[in-house]
């Protein structure tokens, strides 16, 4: 999925501490919900899925005032492994970035967690079911669905973050210009999730359409022919 690391001192104390404890909660349900469904072979997915968005997210696009733009993969995780483990790999991401590699601040730390990791995952995978339904309920739905919710994800986070902004923002640049800047660049930013979502999750279908945690309960094989009078 798509995002900006928001800064320290971007967002004031408050507003932090409140996306801080939602985050909290969030992550604590991850983690109880992983545990009660993860299946043992699906464990090394998520790392590949953690260690994918982790080397995506190292492309940074450069926003306005302190924010960037970037690869997020939260669509892409939670189709992979479903939305509570898919929350999970994104957060590891964005614990490593802040604590080794100072993307995004400490104190934005949960700031960034619900924009880019829950937001991803969650608001991200429903848009995802609801396509994948309306599209029909097929191997080709998986995929289309979920390129189209990995380009719609970043312009929600984007407008949580907007929403941030204008509750406890610092008032370095407007409103207005801070919205501009974000929207546009991420309607870019978002194409170019939908383009890499669609294309992983096209492949891994085609090679282990069994692994994809949103394809579930979908048709993925198709019956080979067999010739006229020969055993089936």
Known sequence: MIGMHIPDGFINGPTSLVAGLLAIAGVALCLKKTSETLDDREIPVVGLAAAFVFAAQMLNFPVANGTSGHLMGGVLAAVLVGPWAGGL??????????????DGG??????????????????????????RKALGNTTWAVTM?????????PLIATAIFMIEYAIGGNEAASFGTVAAAMFGVHTLIGIGEGIITFL???AVMN?????????????????????QGAPS
């Open 106 to 131: 400490l104190s934005a730390l949960g700031l960034n967690v619900v924009n880019m990791a829950l937001a991803g995952a969650f608001i991200g995978y429903a848009i995802f079911v609801a396509l």
């Open 200 to 202: 992983a999750i096209g």
């Open 89 to 102: 790999a994104v957060t590891v991401v964005l614990s490593v970035q802040a604590l080794l590699f100072a």
């Open 207 to 227: 090679m282990r359409p069994d692994l994809v945690y949103g394809a579930r309960g979908i048709a993925t094989r198709t019956t080979r022919p067999t010739l």
């Open 145 to 153: 669905a979920a390129g189209i919710a990995g380009f719609l994800v």
